[in-house]
């Protein structure tokens, strides 16, 4: 995607002769270049445990559920901006497991189905656990069967956002950051995120809490498991590097009136992107980065201007590693 960085106007109608493609300084020669039809496919992945509740009532002042901070933008892009019969969407709702509610739709039914079921429930456990759920999103695996498709099975194989064959693909993630005890790290969950390729928008929440009560906290966590004020910066440095390693936009929501600006943002960026690849010169080593530049020349006159333009784009390439072997040979 290609905007002006005063404005933040999407540039659209370039063509392949507007781009420069970068790997480690080198200029490759662009193979294929397309502007995609529109229809986008995203699965929405929201927090929702009773830090997320805690969390919202600051926004709400109690006179809502608090985790109606985070329902609020999935409903909204889910009712405003997928359109059948090209458009899909599924949602995936975390708190100590991520649990997928639909598969991809674009059902109107099914849509509401899936916002009222999120509405009329409580969150039932205190854990976030963030990096598993954005695992689960990316990649897939095994895990809880679809809410809305009525399995036999309580858990089921997920493909994740990888698997789908779409030109238009994102994650949506409205959270908090914080994560409490996930079975993967920050570091294996910033590594999905560089393999994967699939653009995270990030809708951060909390914020408003933060704000509002960041003088009474403590510098660490408390023994009550509150988070302290190092656990709310860590999760915002967090957010920000998993939007920009991915090739997306963080959003740091304070208000909840913000939300509809982020989401026609969202929509906006998702359905503008311009398709460039290369063909592969030097063989990578699996397991290295290859930083990526993505240049622009709007009026074509040969200069990239790299000061007016902003081209959003995966920041490197991570070539895929072997398959680590965990069999260790038995000694009789």
């Keep these: 995607v290609v905007y002006n960085k005063k404005t933040g106007q999407i540039v659209t109608g370039l063509k392949k002769e507007n781009f420069g493609i970068f790997e480690d300084g080198v200029k490759q020669e662009i193979s294929n270049f397309s502007t995609p039809d529109s229809p986008i496919t995203v699965t929405l992945v929201l927090e929702y445990s009773k830090w997320t509740e805690m969390f919202g009532r600051a926004g709400s002042g109690g006179f809502e559920p608090g985790v109606y901070e985070s329902i609020r933008p999935v409903a909204q892009f889910l009712t405003q901006f997928i359109k059948p019969p090209n458009d899909y969407a599924s949602v995936i709702a ?3 497991r991520p649990t997928p509610i639909t598969d991809f739709t674009n059902d109107p039914q099914r849509i509401r189905q899936t916002i009222d079921l999120l509405l009329r429930n409580s969150p039932a456990f205190r854990e976030n656990n963030l990096y598993d759920a954005m695992k689960f999103a990316l990649v897939g695996g095994r895990g809880d069967s679809v809410v809305l498709e009525n399995n036999e099975s309580s858990k089921s ?6 698997s789908v064959k779409s030109k238009r693909r994102a994650i949506i993630l409205v959270a908090s950051g914080i994560d ?6 920050y570091g294996e969950a910033r590594k999905i995120v560089q393999e994967a390729g699939i653009p995270l928008y990030i809708i951060s929440t909390g914020n408003l809490f933060f704000k509002r009560y960041e003088s009474y906290l403590p510098a660490t966590d408390s023994i009550s498991g509150m988070p302290g ?5 860590q999760a915002k440095n967090a957010m920000n590097t998993f939007a920009k390693e991915s090739g997306g936009m963080h959003f740091e929501m304070t208000f909840e009136s913000e939300a509809p600006q982020y989401l026609q943002t969202i929509n906006a960026l998702l359905r503008s992107q311009y398709s460039l690849s290369y063909d592969l010169v030097a063989k990578h080593e699996p397991g290295k980065k290859y930083k990526l530049e993505v240049k622009v020349d709007v009026d074509g006159d040969g200069t990239y201007e790299d000061k007016q333009y902003v081209v959003q784009h995966r920041p490197f390439i991570l070539t895929p590693g072997p398959p680590s072997d965990k069999k260790k040979d038995k000694k009789g």
């Design 94 to 96: 975390f708190d100590m």
């Design 180 to 185: 409490t005890f996930s079975r993967i790290n």
């Design 229 to 233: 004020r190092l656990t709310f910066l």
């Design 157 to 162: 194989e997920y493909g994740g956002m990888v």
